[in-house]
């Protein structure tokens, strides 16, 4: 039995891709033990294993499209906590295991749904992915340079940072809810919602008259000198943020900065912001990345190097609380399970398994006899690795 705070709680996770393994691998991190459910065909053609976001996780192998399929999924739900598919809307449904017929198996059961759009209203069909879900949000136009156009900011802020946590916490609460009530209920995210509530704090600055449409003009959005990255000699970079005042003339004073008037309270006058950022390009730009760093080091300053993924794994803070792992197999690594936990062990979890590596385990654990076992592998409504 795994440890962490989510131990004993069974998930059934269908498989899918994208945020959907995302939120199954922050419950597996936790310590829930997860089933996940393969085809017995193998992936499909648009899936890519991934040797982080699938780790944690046992895998059966099911054809869900004939009925005995469904009914081996039905038993495994019968004994689980939670389930999360990421189907479109009315998949699930139409071949038989939509969310009526499991709760009616299992009327406490945390029924988790992740969509692009939403399982109704009319874009609910509609195709997509992360740049176009968070294109209808506003989060793609607020993000980029000014005069340029809008930055996709990798898949992190509609996939993972909003609907693969929103369905993550939905989970979580959904079951808590159920240790009062006994019931269970249906946990509806979709990266459009939980992209517009990542957007909450933007919303609010507008509202207060502090934030406007137009890209690059903002106090977040490269629009402030202060709050920007800036180009070193060596041709890497260096985050400055230094939004307040005390951090702001530190930062001039590493700078050499610090005896131009002109610039002291200037990243609170607009007016002043032309040569401010002038005066900022300039100086970084007289020193490498590395010797900027070393300058900074110590100052209470919010200015810091900006690593690429090999040197975030070995920067001193990362290595002081052993925030990375090996990926096993391989010569990178991954970030270990967080949040941490006073007393919930969170050990990182087992690598991703091939589908349909637990089958016969997981159909003896239902009690399923060995005859049951080989007779559905032979009927091709369960698979092997």
């Known amino acids: 039995m795994p440890d962490g705070p989510l ?24 310590g829930a033990d997860v089933v996940r459910v393969d085809r017995v065909t193998g992936p499909g053609a648009d899936y890519t294993p991934n040797p982080v976001i699938e780790r944690g996780r046992r895998s059966i192998a099911l054809d869900l499209k004939s009925d005995d399929g469904v009914a081996v999924l039905l038993d495994l739900v019968a004994t689980a906590d939670v389930l999360v598919e990421s189907y479109r809307p009315g998949v699930a449904e139409r071949l038989g295991f939509g969310p009526d017929v499991c709760l009616d198996r299992n009327p406490a059961l945390v029924y988790g749904r992740l969509s692009a759009w939403g399982q109704d209203g009319p874009w609910a069909q509609v195709v997509g992915h992360d740049i176009n879900y968070i294109g209808l949000t506003g989060a793609l136009h607020a993000i980029g340079r000014a005069g340029e156009r809008p930055v996709p900011p990798l898949n992190l802020v509609g996939d993972f940072g909003g609907a693969a946590a929103s369905l993550a916490f939905g ?15 249906v946990v509806d995210a979709n ?21 406007t449409l137009e890209r690059g003009a903002n106090l977040l959005d ?3 000198p202060f709050y920007d990255v800036y180009t070193c000699a060596d041709g890497r970079w260096m985050a400055f943020g230094a939004v307040e005042e005390r951090f702001f003339l530190n930062a001039l004073d590493v700078l050499g900065l610090g005896d131009r008037e002109d610039l002291r309270g200037s990243h609170k006058d607009r007016g002043r912001w032309p040569a401010l950022r002038e005066a900022l390009v300039e100086a970084f730009a007289t020193r490498t990345r590395d010797e900027w760093a070393a300058a900074f080091d110590g100052v209470e300053s919010c ?8 040197e975030a794994v070995a920067h001193d803070q990362a290595v002081a ?16 399970p967080a949040p941490r936990f006073s007393r919930s062990a969170t050990p990182l979890p087992a690598p991703p398994p091939t589908p349909g590596a ?28």
């Open 191 to 211: 990266v459009l919602e939980s992209t517009a509530g990542l957007m909450g704090l933007i919303h609010g600055l507008r509202a207060e008259g502090r934030w």
């Open 358 to 385: 637990d089958t016969t385990a997981v159909l003896e654990e239902l009690g399923y006899a060995v005859d049951r076992v080989r007779a559905l592998r032979d009927a091709g409504v369960v698979a092997g690795p």
């Open 303 to 310: 200015v810091t190097p900006v690593l690429d993924l090999d």
């Open 321 to 336: 609380r052993d925030g990375y792992a090996p990926i096993a197999g391989t010569e990178y690594h991954q970030a270990v």
């Open 7 to 30: 131990a004993g709680v069974r998930v059934v996770e269908l498989a899918g891709i994208g945020p959907g393994p995302f939120a199954v691998m922050l419950l597996a991190d936790m």
């Open 171 to 185: 989970v979580v609460c959904a079951l808590w809810e159920s240790n009062g009530s006994g019931r269970g209920q």
């Open 222 to 224: 490269t629009g402030a």
